[in-house]
């Protein structure tokens, strides 16, 4: 599976942009995850958000009541809206899909290349 990522680019302190990461295939269920980590120069990977195929997000604490993280209907695009972007979210963007696969139950992680967000203050 690959995942395919865009939407990244600069953009003032308070200003909006939206992400895009699209499977190759169908692989979003229930209890797997598709969503975005982020890494800042100098820091570890973190998540930032995530959503089930059930419609189930996670949040870190950062970036809730900011951005927005949904999925289309054939589960293989989510979408991360980002608003009042701040300059302490500048970093890669990488979209991410893990979990246990809904056919075979076996556990994949896999990941798509960055996407740089850049906010100026």
């Known amino acids: 599976v690959q995942l395919q990522a865009s939407g990244g680019g600069l953009v003032q302190a308070g200003g909006s942009l939206r992400l895009s990461c699209t499977a190759s295939k169908p692989i979003l269920s229930i209890n797997n995850f598709m969503g975005w980590y982020r890494q800042a120069p100098g820091k570890q990977r973190e998540l930032v958000a995530e959503?089930?195929?059930?419609?189930?997000?996670n949040y870190a604490d950062s970036v809730k009541g900011r951005f927005t993280i949904s999925r289309d209907n054939d589960k293989r695009t989510v979408y991360l809206q980002m608003n009042n972007l701040k300059p302490e979210d500048t970093a890669v963007y990488y979209c991410?899909?893990?979990?246990?696969?809904?056919?075979?139950?076996?556990?994949?992680?896999?990941w798509g290349q960055g996407t740089l967000v850049t906010v100026s203050s």
């Open positions: 991410n899909a893990n979990g246990p696969d809904a056919y075979s139950g076996i556990e994949f992680d896999y």
């Open positions: 959503i089930t195929g059930g419609g189930r997000a």
